[in-house]
């Protein structure tokens, strides 16, 4: 069934609609690219790309893409409608990888699974990712301020700060939400030898995918955050 889909680029206000019902977060994060897979007239699945969450100027993959002169991009949101053919994530994202490509060039694609909401990475997986570990979060933080949840990166850019005295000047009943450990991915977009060029520089990195029974992981129920 899905030879019968195709890759279309979306606004961005039909991607907000569209996560806000089917991604369990509901909205789209840093995401600037959008894009979807369409199965018999309809969006089955979408997926949005953004600035990293994290600083381009520390840590191994900062100093690696620095010195082969790559971009770096982050996948922050995708979700998929209860009825799309099995398959369906994992195709959507091998296809916008390479949609990115064309549009920004070479590219390592950073993304994150969540074990807080049931995730492990397994499309992650499908499309082949390099995994390289849980993250580190370091006393970083998400915030909810005046109802609305933001990223520490989006706190900065709104309100040029993240100093705790500050915000609560801001909005007194701020709350600090620190982040916890996630799996990362990284898949690299690009012609065959830059990746696996790209595929070399990161294998010392590289781990074993983790798994669900391993990690004492349910699964997600669609449109839930509850684990089975």
């Known amino acids: 069934m899905l030879k019968y889909t195709r890759l279309v680029k979306l606004s961005s206000s039909f991607t907000r609609n569209f996560m806000k019902q089917f991604e369990h977060l509901g909205n789209v994060g840093l995401g600037v690219w959008h894009w979807g897979l369409e199965f018999d007239g309809k969006i089955a699945a979408a997926v949005t790309y953004g600035t990293t969450c994290f600083s381009t100027k ?4 900062a100093r ?23 398959g369906t994530a ?16 070479t590219l390592l694609v950073v993304a994150y699974a969540d074990p807080e909401l ?7 997986q499908a499309c082949n990712a390099i995994y390289t570990g849980l993250t580190e979060p370091k006393g970083q933080a998400n915030y909810i301020i005046h109802g609305e949840k933001l990223s520490g990166w989006q706190v900065r850019k709104r309100y040029g700060t993240r100093d705790r005295s500050n915000l609560f000047a801001i909005d007194s009943k701020h709350q600090a939400l620190p982040l916890h450990k996630k799996y990362r991915y990284i898949m690299i977009t690009g012609p065959p030898c830059t990746r696996q060029l790209l595929r070399k520089l990161i294998t010392p990195y590289a781990l074993p995918y983790p798994k669900r029974e391993k990690a004492h992981i349910g699964q997600m129920v669609h449109g839930s955050l509850r684990c089975r």
């Open 58 to 61: 520390r840590g191994w993959l």
């Open 64 to 86: 690696m893409t620095h010195k082969v002169d790559y971009g770096i991009i982050q996948l922050c949101r995708g979700g998929s409608a209860p009825w799309s053919p099995n």
């Open 90 to 105: 994992s195709r959507l994202i091998a296809l916008a990888n390479r949609a990115m490509y064309k549009l920004r060039g």
């Open 118 to 124: 049931c995730e492990i990475g397994t499309i992650y």
